[in-house]
């Protein structure tokens, strides 16, 4: 398959063949795709495929053996962790990462990369999320799950990140969260490019541009949501269900 | 809920406090109080130990045994400086430009990188480069000119030299020359030492698909060093002649703080030449630091002999003369009393007074360093979830060898403030070893302030019974007198422990998982 994309194309990160472990267990074995700047990729594929791997090879959280991811243009494999975000990613993880022993403002403070970041976003981190503002002495345990997610895309947001990586925001919210959420993410891929792992397709497809599909550690199918949206039968072969 | 949780550790404190004061009925006010003071004593210098020790588990999960040996080199490196400030002179340029030759590790991260060797080649090289930078080391160290003394020779022992300025006399400092080989050769020998060696480590750990950045922020740190020592190499007998004719007590201060530097500098060096590659082996971690203990006292014992020996008061503690013992605060200034008469008890003001007081000045020190400053919040969120913090753009690597070095400064400090009462002997670090295994134990092993009370506790207990052992303890509802003996000291701690795991697994403040 063909996954090399438009050269026109405006491109902010490009894995290629990138093979990469966790501990001994190669996980992702030839991923390969672009993400172009500006907008909303979504990793689609089944549970345990390695789309949260492929999001940690990018932030060198999983071992890149083989292969390239450029940023930019800039090669970044083998780089630090902290090096890679300090370029500009920002990471959502699954199930938030929240310090405990952290309040929620020392959650949104540890993410800042020089100082005065907190204090430049708060008005708009605030004014996505409302509900952050009341708790902000509240240690980061007492929150709902909602609450905990949107503090883990806030501390995403305080410093000025070009790419944002979002892994499974919607996992076990409510309905109504779910519906502010996707506000949330919409309004931040105004700013920063977004990749998003979501097993929720009603969530992906309404957010996402683009799709990668990526089944057994490979990356298999790659395009336009709009298109995917209509292949019920691509749908069901990759993803099990509509 | 939250004070049911609280209540158990609760009443297990009120419990073992009832116990104490049930047995303390007999005694005159005097021994409670001076008991209590010892206990406070020795239950701060355990703490800085502890401290340590649970700031290192806490975030890094190493269990750092070493920690004790790290406390005796303090005692130790502290003694060299205020006894012997010529021999701590000569040897700083020799410390200063091996460190320099390790500041330039960047440089050989960044070299190692760009070379296209086969795996192999790469292994086989680096440890080559181990191997001559070891034999370098071998030929220049010994021929570098070092006053210090023969362990053979009771004249020049340290036991002599700690005589000597007990009594207010001092040998004339020792000024010796470069002769076996000339300066210059010595000091490029030192620096190729230490960066055949960080190159040959940077090849043995290199791993596929690694870069470097090379960043010219990173040369001041060996521009400062190099300053350093050279300044201490071309200013050497002045530097000498200016320490030997300071006051005790600013000797004492700059042998403190050297203490505590040499500890986070040997802290810092352990965890990132050994305890980084095993991050992912806890055990090996674990035997590498018992390992690291006992070659530490080995080492100990080949510089400075086996006998113990002694650090002497600083003058401010030293007063005897005058109003001595001091009854008011106004004589125990001027005169400088070694002892003041509290409640008709002789109190001695640097271990009962003033040891217990730097260990609150550090409980507090770290406490507000945890909560209020930035590093401190990177160390709490850590503790929980150390590869999120780093992918928030955060160098952790760097806070886990801040935090290493922290620890084994603490220890070190810990070293250097109880010599002056306990003296010192190559096993003073494995007594407080296993006091401070004790004290974390029992207060919870992350628990920072659990580890504060844990070494109260302790100290407490231990004073508590060494009295008993004097003068006996009533036995509740009888009339008979029970006299612990000196062998039971050291058990009653343990069977503090045992009873307090029994109740709370986790020790008194730590939190169940």
């Known amino acids: ?242 | 809920m939250k004070l049911k949780r609280n209540l158990t550790p609760l009443a297990v404190l009120a419990g073992i406090f009832l116990f104490v004061f049930m047995a303390a009925r007999g005694m005159e006010p005097k021994d409670l109080l001076i008991t209590t003071l010892r206990g406070f004593s020795v239950g701060s210098v355990t703490f800085l130990v502890a401290a340590g020790f649970s700031l290192i588990f806490g975030l890094l999960d190493v269990l750092n045994l070493a920690q004790g040996t790290l406390y005796m080199i303090g005692a130790y490196v502290g003694w060299t400086v205020y006894v012997r400030p010529d021999t701590f002179v000569d040897i700083m340029p020799m410390i200063l430009f091996l460190m320099a030759g390790f500041a330039l590790r960047f440089l050989w991260d960044a070299l190692s990188d760009r070379l296209n060797w086969s795996p192999k080649t790469t292994k086989i090289v680096g440890w080559l480069l181990v191997i001559v930078a070891i034999a370098l080391g071998l030929f220049i160290v010994p021929r570098y000119p070092i006053a210090g003394w023969e362990l053979d020779n009771y004249a020049q022992s340290p036991i002599s030299y700690s005589f000597m300025v007990e009594q207010g006399t001092r040998l004339p400092a020792i000024h010796l020359g470069f002769e076996e080989i000339p300066a210059p050769v010595a000091v490029i020998g030192l620096l190729l030492i230490s960066s055949l060696l960080s190159f040959g480590l940077a090849l043995i750990r290199k791993k596929a698909n690694q870069q470097h950045e090379l960043s010219l922020k990173k040369w001041w740190t060996f521009i400062v060093l190099m300053v350093l020592g050279l300044f201490f190499l071309l200013f050497n007998t002045i530097l000498t002649n200016i320490l030997f004719s300071m006051s005790s007590n600013w000797l004492f201060l700059i042998a403190v703080i050297m203490a505590v530097l040499s500890g986070l500098g040997l802290g810092a060096l352990m965890e990132t030449t050994l305890i980084q590659p095993l991050y992912s082996r806890p055990i090996y971690q674990l035997m590498l630091t018992l390992g690291m203990s006992t070659i530490g006292v080995q080492l100990v014992r080949a510089i400075w002999g086996m006998p113990e020996f002694v650090l002497s008061k600083p003058a401010l503690f030293r007063g005897t003369g005058g109003a001595c013992p001091a009854t008011n605060l106004a004589d125990l200034i001027e005169y400088n009393c070694t002892t003041v008469m509290v409640l008709g008890g002789r109190v001695r003001v640097y271990d009962e007074i003033f040891l217990p007081i730097v260990g609150i000045i550090v409980l507090v020190v770290v406490w507000v360093l945890l909560k209020k400053s930035r590093i401190g919040m990177i160390i709490r969120a850590g503790v929980q979830d150390s590869s999120m913090v780093e992918m928030l753009g955060i160098n952790v690597r760097r806070v886990f060898t801040l935090v290493f070095a922290l620890g084994a400064g603490l220890a070190a400090l810990g070293g250097v403030l109880a010599a002056p009462s306990n003296g010192l002997s190559t096993g003073m670090g494995e007594k407080l070893l296993l006091n401070a295994l004790i004290a974390l134990a029992v207060g919870g092993l992350t628990s920072y302030p659990g580890a504060a009370l844990g070494s109260l506790l302790v100290g407490l207990i231990q004073q508590f019974m060494i009295k008993y052992g004097q003068i006996g303890i009533p036995i509740p509802f009888t009339d008979t007198l029970f006299k612990p003996s000196p062998a039971i000291v050291p058990a009653s701690t343990m069977l503090l422990m045992v009873i307090v795991l029994l109740i709370l697994p986790h020790g008194l403040l730590g939190k169940q998982e």
Request: no cysteine; aromatic share 6%.
């Open chain 1, 1 to 242: 398959m063909n996954l090399t994309s438009d050269p026109g194309l405006d491109t902010i990160l490009e894995l290629k063949k990138v093979h990469s472990y966790i501990g001994q267990y190669h996980i992702l074995q030839d991923v390969d795709f672009v993400v172009p700047r500006g907008s909303i990729t979504t990793l689609l594929g089944r549970n345990g495929a390695g789309k949260t791997t492929t999001l940690k090879s990018i932030l060198n959280n999983a071992t890149v053996r083989e292969g390239k991811i450029l940023f930019n243009g800039k090669e970044i494999q083998g780089l630090p962790p902290y090096e890679i975000a300090q370029m500009g990613i920002g990471f959502v993880p699954e199930h938030r990462a929240i310090f405990r022993a952290l309040t929620v403002e020392e959650n949104l403070r540890i993410a800042e990369r020089k100082k005065g970041d907190l204090e430049k976003k708060r008005d708009l981190i605030f004014e996505l999320f409302p509900d952050l503002k009341r708790f902000l002495h509240l240690r980061g345990t007492e929150l709902s799950g909602g609450q905990q997610q949107m503090l883990a895309i806030a501390r995403a947001m305080v410093p000025d990140n070009e790419l944002m990586l979002i892994d499974e925001p919607s996992e076990g919210l409510a309905p109504v969260v779910i519906e502010q959420l996707i506000e949330v993410i919409a309004e931040l891929s105004k700013t920063s490019t977004v990749i998003l792992v979501e097993q929720n397709f009603l969530v992906a497809s309404k957010l996402a541009r683009y799709f990668v599909i990526i089944e057994e550690g490979k990356s298999v199918d790659y395009g336009m949501m709009a298109d995917l949206e209509q292949d019920k039968e691509k749908i069901h072969r990759y993803l099990g269900a509509a």
